[in-house]
């Protein structure tokens, strides 16, 4: 009797399927997992420095636990989530940020202020990074065991670190660009970038059937569909061309099929015609050079787009539309600054007063009556 006492409160707990607790995951563990999923969520668009940032993680030391001298683990890896507090995340933060660069900057000479700056907003990379793998573990759970996100929740980054774009040219400098650039192949996807701000790895797989010149999807508007495969956000998006561009797009696919890219190339020692990630590299340094222009990267391209249509008083909404962005809040960012002038230009329409700088004027006393007044 006792025996089937005991059978039955066993079956009973098994009905019920009471969870055996189980302790959560290593934070590298986790952030295998993270990244598996962000391969897939990629596809082939996997950034690089994402997995450096990665490994680096899981090298490092927690600085608070390595001075207190607590019970090891020391190494972030090897801690399990449920067992990772503030303290041990903030001292990650505040040491990256006080940690000297392992090479220094060759080309430019900073002030100590700048470097503390670029410091701060490195150590922000991997905030959100850190973040981005944390908050990735308890959506999921019930694979991972993690039983409170608490910790983290007021883990952020550092404040007023981000500093506005300064790496674009203005229009001079890009009309200098075009007259110096003799390779066809490079002027048509340098033209492509200014004009409609593409990230060159979705310029690149642009066909000729995504340029929409008489399209009724846009108003009838002429614009460029970029599709969900191919743009960084997963999400389709069409980009205005400005009117100025709408015979060089005419003429880049007149008499080509809808399925051949858009950009080709025209010279270089590369077997196929497509643009890769650094085939553009050789050439656009040989013009800038040429052209005496200041160096920059390819992609300030797309900054040179974005910076121009903000000095021009085009609406940040507009801009972040034509970027791809969801919000304003990168444009406000990187080029809300250039904003400004616009807003000058706007309350600069207050009318005209007289004699603010001057000591005196024509004073008109005006007498008052009363106990403790004055005329």
């Given at each position: 009797a006792q025996a089937q006492t005991k059978l039955h409160l066993f079956k009973d707990r098994f009905n019920l399927q009471i969870p055996i607790e189980q302790d959560s995951v290593k934070f590298g563990k986790l952030a295998n997992m993270y990244y598996e999923d962000y391969k897939i969520r990629k596809g082939d668009r996997i950034?690089?420095?994402?997995?450096?940032?990665?490994?680096?993680?899981?090298?490092?030391?927690?600085?608070?636990?390595?001075?207190?001298?607590?019970?090891?683990?020391?190494?972030?890896?090897?801690?399990?989530?449920?067992?990772?507090?503030?303290?041990?995340?903030?001292?990650?933060?505040?040491?990256?940020?006080?940690?000297?660069?392992?090479?220094?900057?060759?080309?430019?000479?900073?002030?100590?202020?700048?470097?503390?700056?670029?410091?701060?907003?490195?150590?922000?990379?991997?905030?959100?990074?850190?973040?981005?793998?944390?908050?990735?573990?308890?959506?999921?759970?019930?694979?991972?065991?993690?039983?409170?996100?608490?910790?983290?929740?007021?883990?952020?980054?550092?404040?007023?670190?981000?500093?506005?774009?300064?790496?674009?040219?203005?229009?001079?400098?890009?009309?200098?660009?075009?007259?110096?650039?003799?390779?066809?192949?490079?002027?048509?996807?340098?033209?492509?970038?200014?004009?409609?701000?593409?990230?060159?790895?979705?310029?690149?797989?642009?066909?000729v059937g995504n340029v929409r010149l008489k399209s009724l999807d846009v108003g009838g508007t002429p614009h460029v569909h970029v599709p969900a495969k191919i743009a960084k956000s997963h999400k389709s998006r069409n980009v205005i061309i400005p009117t100025q561009f709408v015979d060089f797009f005419t003429t880049l696919v007149a008499g080509?099929?809808?399925?051949?890219?858009?950009?080709?190339?025209?010279?270089?020692?590369?077997?196929?015609?497509?643009?890769?990630?650094?085939?553009?590299?050789?050439?656009?340094?040989?013009?800038?050079?040429?052209?005496?222009?200041?160096e920059m990267v390819w992609h300030s391209l797309r900054h040179t787009y974005a910076s121009q249509l903000v000095s021009a008083g085009v609406k940040l909404k507009t801009v972040a539309n034509q970027l791809g962005h969801s919000t304003t809040y990168y444009v406000e960012k990187w080029y809300g600054h250039l904003a400004d002038?616009?807003?000058?230009?706007?309350?600069?329409?207050?009318?005209?007063?007289?004699?603010l700088i001057k000591d005196e004027a024509t004073v008109v006393r005006v007498g008052t009556t009363g106990k403790g007044t004055h005329k």
């Amino acid at each position: 009797a006792q025996a089937q006492t005991k059978l039955h409160l066993f079956k009973d707990r098994f009905n019920l399927q009471i969870p055996i607790e189980q302790d959560s995951v290593k934070f590298g563990k986790l952030a295998n997992m993270y990244y598996e999923d962000y391969k897939i969520r990629k596809g082939d668009r996997i950034n690089p420095t994402h997995l450096h940032y990665l490994e680096r993680l899981k090298t490092l030391e927690v600085p608070i636990r390595v001075r207190h001298k607590t019970p090891k683990p020391y190494t972030l890896a090897d801690i399990r989530i449920d067992n990772l507090t503030y303290e041990d995340l903030n001292s990650i933060k505040m040491d990256i940020a006080a940690t000297a660069r392992r090479r220094q900057y060759t080309k430019v000479k900073l002030e100590a202020d700048e470097l503390a700056r670029r410091r701060k907003s490195t150590a922000n990379r991997f905030v959100v990074i850190i973040k981005a793998i944390l908050n990735y573990g308890y959506e999921n759970k019930r694979s991972t065991h993690i039983k409170t996100n608490a910790e983290w929740l007021k883990f952020k980054k550092f404040k007023d670190v981000d500093m506005p774009r300064e790496d674009w040219w203005d229009r001079n400098e890009c009309q200098r660009f075009l007259n110096f650039c003799n390779d066809k192949g490079l002027r048509n996807l340098f033209i492509g970038a200014i004009c409609c701000g593409f990230r060159l790895g979705e310029q690149s797989k642009l066909t000729v059937g995504n340029v929409r010149l008489k399209s009724l999807d846009v108003g009838g508007t002429p614009h460029v569909h970029v599709p969900a495969k191919i743009a960084k956000s997963h999400k389709s998006r069409n980009v205005i061309i400005p009117t100025q561009f709408v015979d060089f797009f005419t003429t880049l696919v007149a008499g080509r099929d809808a399925n051949e890219r858009l950009f080709l190339k025209t010279s270089g020692s590369f077997r196929i015609p497509y643009w890769g990630t650094n085939h553009h590299n050789e050439g656009f340094k040989k013009v800038i050079k040429a052209a005496g222009l200041r160096e920059m990267v390819w992609h300030s391209l797309r900054h040179t787009y974005a910076s121009q249509l903000v000095s021009a008083g085009v609406k940040l909404k507009t801009v972040a539309n034509q970027l791809g962005h969801s919000t304003t809040y990168y444009v406000e960012k990187w080029y809300g600054h250039l904003a400004d002038q616009d807003t000058l230009r706007e309350v600069n329409k207050l009318g005209e007063y007289h004699n603010l700088i001057k000591d005196e004027a024509t004073v008109v006393r005006v007498g008052t009556t009363g106990k403790g007044t004055h005329k």
